[in-house]
């Protein structure tokens, strides 16, 4: 079956520093792959979308990259700020293609 | 993008009553999803709303139980029936614009059944 894995144990790192995030998958071939952060109590919100021809893509603070071979993306987050602080969700589109299927999140504490 | 309102934003019912949701979004979009969130789970895609005609629903979902409609290119509603504390969850409205790759979500519905 279909399966998307994150790291289900929080991060807690100190501001300033980067935060790496991992996003594993089996049974997908997709055409691309995307990341959102979700806030309590918030839906999710689009941060960054990476296709299978890409290695790497990045905005900003945000970087991720995508290794089709290991079904593998990472997501990095360098000079982490406090409001960084979310959880931060993994997506593949579906068998339909159009929506998609998440994993469960990490979730992300930055302190001060 | 596009800013999707959801109502109601919570709501506490009691077993065996029905629950509408809606959900509108501020543009034309082609497409509209429908997600369960339940504590500490990922988001689990119930049904893709289908303007003018029946949504397809994901295994493990059923019509008679998630009635939804999508009588236009903006608007869609979802229904949870005859509830049960099994039930209790968020339920999310996205919508998807052809061309973006780009879902956008609404806050959220936070449901609790007693």
């Known amino acids: 079956s279909q399966k998307i894995e994150q790291n289900s144990e929080a991060l807690n790192i100190q501001e300033g520093k980067t935060a790496t995030l991992t996003c594993n998958y089996t049974?997908?071939?997709?055409?691309?792959l995307q990341w959102y952060r979700q806030d309590p109590g918030r839906g999710p919100v689009f941060l960054l979308l990476i296709r299978e021809n890409e290695k790497e893509k990045r905005k900003e603070r945000l970087k991720v990259t995508f290794d089709t071979t290991l079904k593998q993306s990472l997501f990095h987050i360098t000079a982490s700020q406090p409001a960084d602080s979310a959880t931060y969700l993994c997506a593949l589109n579906s068998n339909s293609g159009y929506a998609l299927n998440f994993g469960k999140g990490t979730s992300l504490l930055v302190t001060p | 993008s596009a800013v999707i309102s959801q109502k109601p934003s919570r709501d506490i019912c009691q077993r065996g009553t029905s629950l509408t949701i809606q959900c509108q979004v501020d543009s034309q979009v082609t497409m509209m999803f429908w997600y369960r969130q339940q504590p500490g789970q990922s988001l689990t895609l119930i049904a893709t709303?289908?303007?003018?005609?029946?949504?397809?629903?994901e295994s493990g979902f059923v019509i008679d139980k998630f009635p939804i409609s999508r009588p236009n290119l903006t608007f869609s509603t979802l229904t949870v029936s005859n509830m049960s504390p099994e039930d209790s969850s968020i339920y999310l409205c996205?919508?998807?614009?052809?061309?973006?790759?780009?879902?956008?979500f609404g806050a959220g519905t936070r449901l609790s059944v007693l």
């Open positions: 709303a289908n303007q003018g005609s029946e949504a397809t629903y």
């Open positions: 996205s919508a998807w614009t052809s061309g973006r790759n780009i879902q956008y």
């Open positions: 049974n997908y071939s997709p055409a691309y």
